[in-house]
């Protein structure tokens, strides 16, 4: 480059293929959505469950003695049964609402600002086709979900984990746990995220899109409840999100025996295969709704 | 890659056909019509009104809507089959404002020198060159939602040229800058186009800009071309079309004077605001006039004949091509040429 | 009647430490004015203090002798074009038009008889009756022109009123503005970017920069108080080399030069263009030098505007 003002140079390097073109939307736009000030606070509010139980497991391994603590541990039985208690009450009817709004808000703008902003013309007229814009925004609503979900939950099973120690025989234990708590937080994610981006794409106003997004993940368990008063049916319990859920993470954690305490709080009636292949469905068809949505978008 | 291209060709388009709404119906729009034309390599003005199908054409370029009929090459590759690959060799500055938002510049263009295949480092590198080049060297930090309008058109054009393309499509590039910046953008766009060797299709409502800019341009109306050439080419044939030539003539003194003294003379000639055009025959009416002015004690200021420029053609044809599809034309006065 | 339609004494703007005007103290001519200066140097701000949208921060403005603030009654002399993009997407042209009418006073069915004429005017009467959201740019543009003529206001603010417009419709707007000027007697003050658009239409200017208000008058009169900077002249003449040396006896002009481009032509720098074209005439008529084609490169609207906002 020379050392006076302007001087322009021709590019003769290398060319990346798809998947980097695709990781460096989705990287992009993450660090996009997942910036500022607000956010720490929404991950607290949101990951309330995950954080007090990691808490009360820290305090508990430094101010309670021992007796208190196995005392209370094995109330919740082994590493996989806490685990899976954890996500229970995370995604439990009542407070389900905080990692939906987690989500709702901080992906809403993921398509929506882009059309606002008018850059959609921007990423179009390069060589991507509207399926690797769409496959990198969903990557990156996956991330971002991704901490109301598994990422916290890994830290909670770290901590576990340092502060119990791991004896050999329960090594498999704590791998399969791993491995479910992975599994569970990303159908979770997939399963919202999809239906979050679709809505995101639909209109300029993130808010518009957030707002629907969340009243879809909503009201089908108000419609249900509604029927209910009509109908006697199992079916209907397969309108609300937050027992399909945890219908579903049941069966990924191989149906873990809870009883805390004596009690048998969470133990799931719905078939989890249903609700797993529910979720899986639903995520596809609202994916694919997007990549339809961006292929008949007319760019101005 | 077509194998019967001319080499000097960067654009062919034949029969596009482009209609928007339901076929048939009265409610429907005919975008494009049949056109075909060709533009060659080098700095080309693409103009037309509003409405003419100038924006639906450069859409089906860059493969952003499907045209009906017909078919197109852009730099030898089709443009059906080949988008992705006429994507990586051809940049577009879009009309509007197009902010990735929450970024700064250096990482907006980075990002789309990554989304075009660059990899990492070099995107980066290349970031920082282009946006010197336009110079926004000492902006390139700042987040680009703060830009101004001028500091935006840079902007855009360093992210036409991150992945070093061989043809840019700049829609309006001087719109909404004020007249330094459009100097700027001037001068920068020629640069790019001369020294650079990189192809041009720019489309512009301001013609001086496009004069400054381009060598050859494609008029279109309605779905259709109209005219096209080289701009001096047809600014030369516009002013020999006109009967009588004309020499623009600008005074210092007594106006009603010198009129009297040029109708005294017999001198047919039209007056607008502060400009008189005297009609001619032969070169010696520049020394009638200054005898004129002299005899009359009146300083003559300018006096050159009056040529055409390109919006003289834009106007002339386009009122040609209404005329002979029987529309209504407004009338078409003599403008003071400038 | 004043000479003047506006008059502003020591007209200053801040928002908290930034000068947006700088004690601006101007008397505009009547006729068509051009506002012009780069962006950002408070143009818009001038033009909305003088529309009574902004308050100033000090100092008067006078339009046709009252005030405007808070003022009704000169407001509905007034017509604005704003640069920004109106927002009543939903409504139709026509509709637009007239309720604009009726809120400057006119009755109902004035304002739509009213409001048809000035669409007709702008040449929107085809598509008046289709919803704004459908307008092209250009549509949007002249559409907002209608609105600002419809009441037939004295006094007019244009800005930026030929943005977005094609070649085609930006003649018909020039002619239609010239028109209210000249054949209807109104006062218009235009504010542009586009130097040689507002040249065609005008030759009387306002020039602010960096808040402060540093040209006013004619095009020509401003070229002249600048008389640091030399003219240049090209002439083409058959009798060049003789016409070079006589002219380089005279200590008015600094140079002489063959044009680069064209060898029939040569370039002549001058610091005295009076008697530079006095001297001209007198060579051609008594010394039968043959003058061709004479013209001055750089007393135009974009050479003022670029000497005084540059060199500032």
Same mark, same amino acid.
């Not at chain 1, 050999?168 to 704590?174: D, H, N």
């Not at chain 1, 479910?180 to 239906?195: D, E, K």
């Not at chain 2, 360093?158 to 840019?168: F, S």
């Given at each position: 480059?020379?050392?006076f003002n302007r001087?322009?140079r021709?590019?003769k390097?290398?060319?990346?293929?798809r998947?980097?073109?695709?990781?460096?939307?989705a990287?992009?736009?993450?660090r996009?959505?997942?910036?500022?000030k607000?956010?720490i606070?929404?991950?607290?509010?949101c990951?309330?469950?995950?954080i007090?139980?990691?808490?009360?497991?820290?305090?508990?391994?430094?101010?309670f003695?021992a007796f208190?603590r196995?005392?209370?541990?094995?109330?919740?039985?082994g590493?996989?049964a806490?685990m899976?208690?954890?996500?229970?009450?995370?995604?439990?009817?009542?407070l389900i609402?905080?990692?939906i709004?987690?989500i709702?808000?901080?992906?809403?703008?993921?398509?929506?600002?882009?059309k606002?902003n008018?850059?959609?013309?921007?990423y179009f007229s390069r060589p991507i086709?509207?399926i690797d814009?769409?496959?990198?925004?969903?990557?990156?609503?996956y991330m971002v979900?991704?901490?109301v979900?598994?990422?916290?939950?890994?830290?909670?099973?770290?901590t576990?984990?340092?502060l119990?120690g791991?004896s050999?025989?329960?090594?498999?234990?704590?791998i399969?746990?791993?491995l479910?708590?992975?599994?569970?937080?990303?159908?979770?994610?997939?399963?919202?995220?999809?239906?979050v981006?679709?809505?995101?794409?639909?209109?300029?106003?993130s808010?518009?899109?957030?707002i629907l997004?969340?009243?879809v993940?909503f009201?089908p368990?108000?419609v249900a409840?509604?029927?209910?008063?009509?109908?006697?049916a199992d079916?209907?319990q397969?309108f609300?999100?937050?027992?399909?859920?945890?219908?579903?993470?049941?069966?990924?954690?191989g149906?873990?025996?809870t009883?805390?305490f004596?009690?048998?709080?969470?133990e799931?009636?719905?078939?989890?295969?249903v609700?797993?292949?529910?979720?899986?469905?639903?995520?596809?068809i609202?994916?694919?709704m997007?990549i339809?949505?961006?292929y008949?978008?007319?760019?101005? | 890659?077509?194998s019967l291209?001319h080499q000097n060709e960067i654009?062919?388009?034949?029969?596009?056909?482009?209609i928007?709404?339901?076929?048939?119906?009265?409610q429907?729009i005919?975008?494009?019509?049949?056109?075909?034309?060709?533009?060659?390599?080098?700095?080309n003005?693409?103009?037309?009104?509003?409405?003419?199908g100038?924006?639906?054409?450069?859409?089906?370029?860059?493969?952003?809507?499907k045209?009906?009929?017909g078919?197109?090459q852009?730099?030898?590759?089709?443009?059906f089959k080949?988008?992705?690959?006429?994507r990586?060799?051809v940049?577009?500055?879009?009309?509007?404002?197009?902010?990735?938002?929450?970024?700064?510049?250096?990482?907006?263009?980075s990002?789309l020198g990554?989304?075009s295949?660059?990899?990492k480092?070099?995107?980066?590198?290349?970031?920082h060159?282009?946006?010197q080049?336009?110079?926004?060297?000492?902006?390139?930090?700042?987040?680009v939602?703060?830009f101004?309008t001028?500091?935006?058109?840079?902007l855009?054009l360093?992210?036409?040229?991150?992945?070093?393309?061989?043809?840019?499509i700049?829609?309006?590039p001087t719109?909404?800058l004020?007249p330094?910046?459009?100097?700027?953008?001037?001068e920068?766009?020629?640069?790019i186009s001369?020294?650079h060797?990189?192809?041009?299709?720019?489309?512009s409502?301001?013609l001086p800009?496009i004069?400054?800019t381009?060598?050859?341009?494609?008029?279109?109306?309605?779905?259709?071309?109209?005219?096209?050439?080289k701009?001096?080419e047809?600014?030369y044939?516009?002013?020999?079309?006109?009967?009588?030539?004309?020499?623009?003539?600008?005074i210092?003194?007594?106006l009603?004077?010198f009129l009297?003294?040029?109708?005294t003379?017999?001198?047919?000639?039209?007056l607008?605001?502060?400009?008189?055009?005297?009609?001619?025959?032969?070169?010696?009416?520049s020394?009638?006039?200054?005898?004129?002015?002299?005899e009359n004690?009146?300083q003559?200021r300018?006096?050159?004949?009056s040529?055409?420029i390109?919006?003289?053609v834009?106007?002339h044809r386009?009122a040609?091509?209404?005329n002979?599809?029987?529309?209504?034309?407004?009338?078409?006065?003599?403008?003071?040429?400038? | 009647?004043?000479?003047?339609f506006?008059?502003?004494?020591d007209?200053n703007?801040?928002y908290?430490?930034?000068?947006a005007?700088?004690k601006?103290?101007?008397?505009?001519?009547r006729?068509?004015?051009?506002?012009?200066?780069?962006?950002?140097?408070?143009k818009s701000?001038? !033009?909305n203090?003088?529309?009574a949208?902004?308050?100033?921060? &000090?100092?008067? %403005?006078?339009? *046709?002798?009252?005030?405007?603030w =808070?003022n009704?009654?000169?407001?509905k002399?007034?017509?604005?074009c704003?640069e920004?993009?109106?927002?009543f997407?939903?409504?139709?042209g026509?509709?637009?038009?007239r309720?604009l009418?009726?809120?400057?006073?006119?009755s109902r069915?004035?304002?739509n008889?009213?409001?048809v004429e000035?669409?007709?005017?702008v040449g929107?009467?085809e598509?008046m009756?289709?919803?704004?959201?459908g307008y092209?740019k250009g549509?949007?543009?002249?559409?907002?022109?209608?609105?600002?003529i419809?009441?037939d206001?004295?006094i007019?603010?244009?800005?930026?009123?030929l943005?977005?417009?094609d070649?085609?419709?930006r003649r018909?707007?020039?002619?239609?503005?010239?028109k !209210?000027?000249r054949d209807?007697?109104?006062n218009?003050?235009? &504010?542009?970017? %586009?130097?040689? *658009?507002?040249e065609r239409?005008t =030759?009387?200017?306002?020039l602010?920069y960096s808040?402060?208000a540093i040209?006013?008058?004619?095009?020509?009169?401003?070229?002249?108080?600048?008389?640091?900077?030399p003219?240049?002249?090209?002439i083409?003449?058959?009798?060049?080399?003789r016409l070079a040396?006589?002219?380089?006896d005279?200590d008015?002009v600094?140079?002489?030069?063959?044009?680069i481009e064209?060898?029939?032509?040569?370039?002549i720098?001058?610091?005295?263009?009076?008697?530079?074209?006095?001297?001209?005439?007198?060579?051609?008529?008594e010394?039968?030098?043959?003058?061709?084609?004479?013209a001055?490169?750089d007393?135009?609207l974009e050479?003022i505007?670029?000497?005084?906002t540059?060199?500032?």
């Open positions: 480059m020379s050392v001087s322009y021709e590019y390097g290398e060319i990346k293929g998947f980097f073109k695709i990781w460096s939307i990287t992009q736009t993450f996009v959505q997942f910036s500022g607000k956010i606070f929404l991950l607290i509010l990951n309330l469950p995950v007090s139980f990691t808490l009360m497991l820290i305090f508990s391994a430094i101010f003695p208190v196995e005392f209370f541990l094995g109330g919740l039985g590493v996989d806490t899976y208690t954890i996500i229970n009450f995370s995604f439990n009817p009542g609402f905080l990692p709004v987690f709702c808000a901080l992906n809403s703008g993921t398509i929506a600002n882009d606002k008018n850059s959609l013309a921007l086709t509207r814009y769409a496959i990198g925004k969903a990557l990156s609503v979900s991704s901490f979900t598994f990422v916290p939950w890994f830290v909670f099973l770290v576990f984990n340092l119990e791991v050999g025989l329960a090594i498999k234990t704590v399969m746990t791993y479910s708590t992975f599994a569970s937080g990303f159908l979770i994610v997939f399963f919202m995220g999809s239906i981006l679709y809505f995101s794409s639909i209109s300029k106003q808010v518009l899109g957030g997004s969340i009243l993940l009201l368990s108000l409840s509604l029927i209910a008063e009509f109908i006697e079916w209907i397969y609300s999100i937050a027992l399909i859920i945890v219908a579903a993470v049941f069966l990924i954690f149906s873990p025996s009883s805390m004596g009690m048998n709080f969470f799931s009636t719905l078939s989890g295969g609700a797993i292949t529910l979720m899986i469905t639903i995520g596809i609202f994916l694919l997007t339809n949505r961006l008949r978008e007319e760019v101005s | 890659m077509s291209v654009l062919c388009v034949e029969g596009i056909t482009k928007f709404g339901k076929k048939n119906s009265p429907s005919i975008a494009l019509d049949a056109i075909s034309f060709k533009m060659n390599a080098g700095a003005a693409l103009l037309g009104p509003n409405g003419a100038k924006s639906t054409l450069i859409k089906i370029l860059l493969s952003y809507l045209a009906d009929q078919e197109a852009l730099l030898g590759h089709d443009i080949e988008g992705m690959l006429i990586q060799k940049g577009y500055m879009p009309e509007h404002f197009a902010i990735i938002p929450g970024v700064n510049a250096v990482k907006q263009v990002l990554r989304i295949g660059l990899p480092e070099e995107a980066m590198q290349r970031a060159e282009t946006l080049y336009v110079g926004l060297n000492e902006a390139r930090y700042r987040k939602k703060e101004s001028g500091m935006l058109q840079r855009k360093a992210q036409t040229l991150v992945n070093d393309p061989e043809l840019i700049l829609d309006e719109n909404g004020d330094n910046g459009r100097i700027d953008m001037i920068l766009v020629k640069e001369k020294e060797g990189i192809n041009l299709i720019v489309s409502h301001l800009d004069e400054a381009c060598e050859f341009a494609t008029i279109i109306n309605k779905g259709a071309v109209v005219a096209q050439g701009i001096s047809l600014t044939q516009e002013t020999r079309s006109v009967e009588k030539k004309n020499m623009k003539v600008e210092r003194g007594d009603e004077r009297a003294a040029l109708q003379k017999g001198i047919p000639f039209q607008f605001e502060d400009t008189i055009l005297v009609q001619y025959s032969d070169e010696e009416i020394t009638v006039l200054l005898k004129l002015a002299y004690d009146i003559i300018t006096m050159v004949p040529e055409a390109l919006e003289d834009f106007v386009i040609d091509m209404n002979k599809n029987g529309l209504p034309t407004k009338e078409t006065k003599i403008e003071v040429p400038k | 009647m004043k000479e003047y506006i008059e502003t004494y007209l703007k801040w908290k430490e930034v000068m005007l700088n601006i103290t101007v008397k505009i001519d006729g068509i004015v051009g506002l012009l200066g780069p962006n950002g140097a408070g701000t001038f !033009l203090i003088a529309t949208q902004l308050r100033q921060s &000090s100092g008067e %403005i006078y339009v *046709e002798g009252s005030e405007v =808070n009704p009654e000169i407001l002399r007034f017509g604005f704003p920004q993009e109106i927002l997407e939903w409504m139709t026509r509709k637009f038009v309720e009418a009726q809120i400057s006073g006119l069915e004035a304002a008889k009213a409001a000035a669409i007709k005017l929107l009467t598509v009756d289709r919803a704004i959201k092209s549509m949007r543009q002249r559409i907002k022109i209608a609105q600002a419809v009441h206001p004295e007019l603010f244009l800005d930026e009123p943005q977005s417009t070649p085609l419709v018909e707007l020039v002619q239609l503005i010239q !209210l000027g209807f007697g109104k218009i003050l235009i &504010s542009s970017h %586009i130097l040689h *658009e507002v239409i =030759n009387k200017i306002l602010i808040g402060r040209a006013q008058g004619s095009i020509s009169e401003i070229r002249e108080l600048m008389d640091k900077i003219f240049t002249i090209r083409k003449t058959p009798d060049r080399k040396t006589i002219l380089l005279y008015f600094l140079n002489v030069a063959p044009d064209n060898f029939e032509y040569i370039n720098r001058t610091n005295n263009s009076n008697a530079f074209y006095k001297l001209i005439q007198e060579l051609a008529v010394s039968k030098v043959k003058i061709l084609e004479m001055t490169l007393a135009g050479a505007f670029d000497y005084l540059k060199r500032k």
